[in-house]
Nanobody, 120 residues
């Protein structure tokens, strides 16, 4: 069984910073892409940032220059450093990982989400 557990969400004032973490655990052979998505109230889930196993990163235009994704492969963990937060960044943030099991099967896993609220 594989689990993704996010942490680091909370309430922050506009202009503030938060760092999200997502740790993958279980019977994992290796992890390909890891990333963060978010879903605001009344809106569809959208991509925030991804980090491939090769080290390439991709960001939504709305967060470029403010958010930074990174990963620690030894810990099977991905991070999202969020700076200069805006009220429109308020959403539930979900971790995603493409994980290869020892069986050779690749499966897409999601965390349960962590709420980020940007408000004064």
């Amino acid at each position: 069984q594989v689990q993704l557990v996010e942490s680091g969400g909370g309430l922050v004032q506009p202009g503030g910073s938060l760092r999200l973490s997502c740790a993958a655990s279980g019977t994992i052979f290796t992890i390909n892409d890891m990333g963060w998505y978010r879903q605001a109230p009344g809106k569809e889930r959208e991509l925030v940032a991804t980090d491939t196993s090769g080290g390439s990163t991709n960001y939504a235009d709305s967060v470029k220059g403010r958010f930074t994704i990174s990963r620690d492969n030894a810990k099977n963990t991905v991070y999202l450093q969020m700076n200069s937060l805006k009220p429109e960044d308020t959403a539930v943030y979900y971790c995603n990982a493409h994980i290869i099991r020892y069986s050779g099967v690749t499966t897409d896993y999601w965390g349960k989400g962590t709420l980020v609220t940007v408000s004064s």
